[in-house]
């Protein structure tokens, strides 16, 4: 294994750990390799390995979680890791991540790059994406996706503020077509006081649980006993992915339990190309800058099912170490009418949810590059 494997494979783990990654690196990489594959030997696919210096999606699709590893002390630092094979989509990053540095003013005119991988749509009240501002920006997912298609497509010009340049626009559409298929990337939970889930639009001093980020889940069965007691929003990061591969002896080395994810992941991406998934087209009448706000409505109910499938326990305010209140608290699992356990529910929906992304990466590019 090369260093620059290690060192990729170690930031990755770290993104799991603070759950910052929809479907961490696995996910996302399941979801770069279908398109690899859909655009291969196609004028789109030449296109994208020339923007790209020859990085696959595959590849690329983890990048925009990797450069959070730049975060602390800055790309510039002497002992910060980039990618030396690609000097050109190196130095863009870096300018990307400089016009984008992370800030928690939400206040902020210059935005920080982590808002661009979600938005909190309040699932309280049934709301669309369209239908409140609460919990919405304009620097979200369904906000930065058409900005990125946008530069691939010429309405946006590459000397932009966000210094979204065309081959960073499709680095970062590798990895937002992921996010936005997560359901908990898209619709958020909010609470009152007293823990009661509210609509923020509708209820003042409401608290947010940070995409799930604040609240820890208990379930029954399904998975190892850390995934049963973890962080919500990593369990739908992680979890949910690695329910769909083969499980992993938990005595083997990290050299071979990563032989062993590759070579799961080969197979899945092949029954994914294989089997084309329903419902992945939008209706022809839907314009391409639009394709980001029906894919999170879609997702929507999905992440209120999500929710419902759960029983809230103990949610109360809790002060963050950089002085944030967040609803924090437990989440236990119901007892379902359908009789299948929240791990099996969780790990169906994202066995349908990774193939649908990758179809989908692989036509915006198509369509955005056409142009």
């Avoid at 379902?336 to 790990?347: F, K, L």
């Amino acid at each position: 294994m090369t260093s620059y494997l290690k060192l990729a494979i170690a930031i990755s783990c770290v993104f799991i750990l603070q759950n910052a990654s929809a479907y961490g690196p696995v996910g996302h990489e399941i979801i770069g390799a279908i398109a690899d594959e859909k655009l291969a030997h196609t004028p789109a696919g030449e296109k994208v390995a020339a923007l790209l210096d020859g990085i696959t999606l595959e590849k690329a699709a983890t990048i925009p979680d990797e450069i959070r590893g730049w975060d602390k002390n800055g790309p510039d630092d002497p002992s910060a890791f980039h990618y030396s094979a690609h000097p050109r989509i190196d130095a863009q990053l870096r300018d990307y991540w400089h016009a984008n540095p992370p800030t928690k003013d939400l206040n902020s005119t210059t935005p920080s790059h982590h808002w661009f991988h979600y938005t909190d749509v309040p699932l309280v009240g049934g709301e669309k994406y369209g239908d409140g501002k609460a919990g919405r920006s304009k620097w979200d997912i369904v906000q930065m996706i058409p900005y990125c298609i946008g530069v691939l497509t010429g309405d946006v010009q590459e000397d932009n503020p966000r210094k979204i340049t065309k081959p960073i626009a499709v680095i970062l559409l590798a990895h937002f077509v992921g996010d936005i298929h997560q359901p908990l990337h898209v619709g958020a939970e909010f609470f009152d006081k007293e823990g009661h889930p509210v609509n923020p639009g509708k209820t003042q001093g409401s608290l947010e649980d940070q995409g799930g980020n604040t609240l820890t889940l208990n379930l029954t069965s399904g998975g190892s006993e850390l995934a049963r007691h973890s962080k919500f929003h990593g369990f739908w990061d992680s979890e949910t992915v690695m329910a769909n591969l083969p499980p992993m002896p938990e005595t083997i080395s990290k050299e071979e339990k990563h032989a062993e994810i590759e070579a799961a992941k080969k197979d899945l991406v092949r029954e994914f190309l294989t089997h084309e998934p329903k419902n992945w087209q939008l209706p022809a009448d839907v314009p391409l800058k639009k394709y980001a706000e029906a894919w999170a409505d879609e997702i929507l109910p999905v992440a209120r099912e999500a929710h419902e499938r759960l029983q809230f326990k103990d949610v109360a305010p809790k002060t963050l170490d950089d002085g944030a209140v967040v609803a924090a608290g437990i989440l236990d699992e119901k007892k379902s009418t359908d009789g299948v356990s929240y791990y099996d529910w969780s790990a169906h929906i994202v066995r349908e949810e990774l193939p649908k992304a990758g179809w989908r990466l692989a036509d915006v590019l198509k369509k955005a590059l056409a142009k």
